[in-house]
């Protein structure tokens, strides 16, 4: 194969190399540097194959990188992300083994984190949580250890947050009240033994 081109991008700070074939690939400085690249040279079958092999595993290295810069990510959202990014599932693995030793990528600081973000907003009742952890790839253990640190009457008080929020849906409210309001935490991740005593306590306002 001929490198027929080399033309830098500078907003992707990256090599676009095209061949005779038609085929294109884009390099690093480093690559570029690493295999003397330079119009004209032939480049033998194996040896683009390889060069074309460092130079994914570097792009997917440099993603994984900078979707970790926004924020955590779990083992299975990153995963699945350079997936989507057009990566090999193999190549995103072995990404992910890379982000776990470098210290970069851990699913147990994510899950911590990731819970305490969503007790932060108090939006959410126990199952919605679950639900939410769950999709990120957390497991089921560690989502249950986290939801038991949670005390009785702190779900208490996040459901009556949640149902000031609704207060005025509540004062229109033409039906059975109990059943308004079961209906909202219900839908909020929250099962009647969280929320029995919240949901008395509007019962009674009915009455």
């Known amino acids: 194969m001929i490198l027929q ?7 992707r700070k990256v090599w676009l190399l095209t061949f005779d074939t038609g085929e294109t690939l884009s390099v690093s ?10 119009p004209a040279i032939n ?3 194996d040896r683009y194959l390889t060069l074309k092999n460092e130079a994914e595993r570097q792009s997917a290295f440099e993603k994984a990188i900078e979707l970790l810069s926004y924020r955590e990510h779990s083992s299975y959202e990153l995963k699945t992300k350079l997936i989507q990014k057009g990566f090999s599932a193999s190549l995103a693995q072995d990404i992910l083994r890379q982000m776990i030793a470098k210290g970069y990528l851990d699913d147990e600081r994510f899950a911590t984190l990731y819970f305490r973000e969503l007790m932060r907003q108090r939006k ?10 769950m999709e990120k790839g957390v497991e089921g253990t560690v989502i249950d250890g986290k939801l038991n640190t949670v005390p009785a009457d702190e ?10 929020k ?42």
Not at 156 to 164: C, N, S
């Open 43 to 45: 480049i033998g079958e």
């Open 124 to 133: 959410y009742g126990p199952l919605m949580i679950r639900k939410k952890m």
């Open 5 to 11: 081109s080399l033309k830098y991008q500078k907003r």
């Open 29 to 38: 400085d480093e690559l570029k540097t690493k295999y003397g690249l330079h």
């Open 166 to 207: 609704k207060r005025q849906k509540l004062r229109r409210n033409s039906g059975n009240l109990r059943e308004t309001v079961l209906g909202i935490l219900t839908r909020k991740g929250f099962s009647y033994g969280n929320v029995q005593n919240v949901v008395n306590e509007y019962e009674e306002m009915e009455e």
């Open 155 to 164: 779900w208490e008080q996040i459901a009556r947050e949640i149902l000031h």
